[in-house]
């Protein structure tokens, strides 16, 4: 029979894939303390935190959620980035801190019940933010409002810039 730790383990890993639908995975083997710390930080800030679970448990949590089996990507030591919010944030600070420390390794993930590998993760990282797409969307959607606009006022500018220009005509004169 299995420990009442380990049992209570698995409970918390499943709580925490119940409530994020979006899990990254890093191989942070060479990094030091200061460096953790640093990326946890900055994980924190993108809306994620970064947690260290023994592979197997996880294995046995995901199996009993009926997840997808993350099975290749769980060799080594794993530490799991549950992203509450925007998994691309989340994938950007990693990507980020990827590039200046060699040592972190990117895995994968589980992001909406979709295993993606190495090269996903490093995809996701380069899609536009939430915030950014709604930008895009939102002058998208006003474009043609502005158009609109600028065409029925054109007439009356016309006819104010033609009035000025008689006006400017009768002073000089």
Known sequence: MPANTKL?????IKERFNACPNVLLV???????AAVS???GELRGAG?????????????????LALPSMEDLLEGPSAFVFAEGDPVASAKVLADFAKQNEALELKGGL???QIIDEAGLKAL???????????????????PARGMVTVLSGPARGLVT????????????
Do not use: C, F, H, W
């Open 27 to 33: 191989d942070y083997r060479g990094l030091n303390v």
């Open 111 to 113: 992001v909406q019940n």
């Open 48 to 64: 994620s935190e970064m947690v260290v679970y023994k592979n197997t448990l996880t294995q046995i949590a995901m199996r009993e």
């Open 38 to 40: 640093k990326l946890r």
């Open 8 to 12: 209570e383990v698995v409970a918390e």
């Open 162 to 173: 033609a009035l000025s220009a008689v006006q400017e005509q009768k002073a000089a004169a």
């Open 125 to 143: 990282a380069k899609l536009p933010s939430r915030e950014e797409l709604l930008a895009k969307l939102l002058g998208t959607i006003s474009n």
